[in-house]
């Protein structure tokens, strides 16, 4: 293991850590009440995330405009898969496990929504022609998301590293710039300038 001091048992970790109290283990419900719809309708950012047959792990963010992931009843939502670099990491790793987690956020607020379920991706023309992505083009397709277990997750992480506040946000002057990590990454021969141009007609044209 590349790690010393590992704990490798769910006792072992309570050794450390204390029980969940009542209300922690009793919070997650099995159906979107009107909570969760309102929420999930007023965010436009989700982290999805995913896993391949081998266990690989995958976390992608997904945006747009609040209510482009739409609950359709009690127990089913779905995500128009819009415009990417077709890597296609999360629907790959769907079509293997059909195992997904959801990370809702609405900004400024602190308390986030998570939902975990099963997923699929689908070309189902009705649900595909209910969005609009890139330039008001329909997606290929959405991914499809049953869910098991839905729960408002406490506002402790996002208080502890302010994220919405813009006077606590790090000075990023140290950081390159978005290109040039790409440029370094990639091992692209092309001046920096042309790789700012070809990713400013990229988000101009491909979103």
């Known amino acids: 293991m590349p790690f010393d001091h590992v704990i490798c048992t769910p006792s072992q970790?309570?050794?450390?850590?204390?029980?969940?109290?009542?209300?922690?283990?009793?919070?997650?419900?099995?159906?979107?009440?009107?909570?969760?719809r309102t929420y999930i309708a007023l965010s436009?950012?989700?982290?999805?995330?995913?896993?391949?047959?081998e266990g690989r792990?995958?976390?992608?963010?997904?945006g747009g405009a609040p209510g482009f992931?739409?609950?359709?009843?009690?127990?089913?939502?779905?995500?128009?898969?819009a415009s990417g670099n077709n890597r296609l990491d999360t629907l790959r790793n769907i079509t293997q496990t059909?195992?997904?987690g959801l990370?809702?956020?609405?900004?400024?607020?602190?308390?986030?929504?998570?939902?975990?379920?099963?997923?699929?991706?689908?070309?189902d023309p009705e649900l595909v022609a209910r969005?609009?992505?890139?330039?008001?083009?329909?997606?290929?397709?959405?991914?499809?998301?049953?869910?098991?277990?839905?729960?408002?997750?406490?506002?402790?992480a996002y208080m502890r590293s302010k994220l919405w506040d813009t006077a606590a946000w790090p000075d990023r002057s140290a950081l390159a710039r978005p290109a040039q990590i790409w440029k370094d990454h990639i091992g692209m021969p092309d001046p920096i300038e042309e790789v700012e141009a070809w990713l400013a007609n990229d988000y101009a044209n491909n979103m």
């Open 57 to 62: 792990c995958d976390v992608s963010p997904r």
């Open 44 to 53: 436009p950012f989700v982290v999805v995330a995913t896993n391949d047959a």
């Open 103 to 123: 990370l809702f956020m609405i900004p400024g607020m602190s308390e986030t929504l998570r939902v975990n379920g099963r997923a699929s991706v689908t070309m």
């Open 98 to 100: 059909g195992q997904i």
């Open 131 to 156: 969005h609009e992505v890139g330039q008001g083009k329909p997606p290929k397709a959405v991914i499809g998301v049953d869910l098991e277990e839905a729960f408002l997750h406490c506002a402790k």
């Open 13 to 36: 970790l309570y050794e450390k850590y204390k029980e969940p109290e009542e209300g922690v283990r009793t919070k997650s419900i099995v159906s979107f009440d009107e909570h969760c």
């Open 69 to 81: 992931v739409q609950v359709l009843d009690d127990t089913r939502l779905v995500i128009p898969d």
